[in-house]
């Protein structure tokens, strides 16, 4: 009986920190104001450049969104559990218009 209790104990101690785990939310790591300059329909990227005169090319779900000229508004989210560069394959993309 009390290895079934102890048992118990550990699975929903294991269970809570898995789910902790999986709560975690990414950070921001930047954000980007510009305006739409080039559409890579091939690549489903825009190109935006920004107050600073900054290029980025961003990837999109749907390109048929956007179009040259409009303004966005980009917020840049990252795993912090992962180090290194920012790239697309690590990182959130939040497009507003």
């Known amino acids: ?10 699975t929903l101690l294991l269970l809570t920190i898995s789910l902790i785990g999986c709560l975690k939310e990414d950070t921001v790591k930047g954000k980007i104001k510009g305006t739409i300059e080039e559409k890579y329909p091939q690549q ?3 190109l935006v450049q920004d107050n ?5 090319k961003i990837p999109v779900d749907d390109i048929e969104k956007y179009e040259i000229g409009d303004k966005v508004e980009i917020t840049v989210y990252m795993d ?9 394959k690590n990182s959130k993309f939040v497009i507003k218009k």
């Open 1 to 10: 009986m009390v290895k079934k209790k102890a048992l118990l104990v550990v």
């Open 44 to 46: 489903n990227m825009i």
């Open 80 to 88: 912090p559990e992962i180090n290194g560069a920012t790239t697309y």
């Open 52 to 56: 600073s005169n900054t290029r980025n």
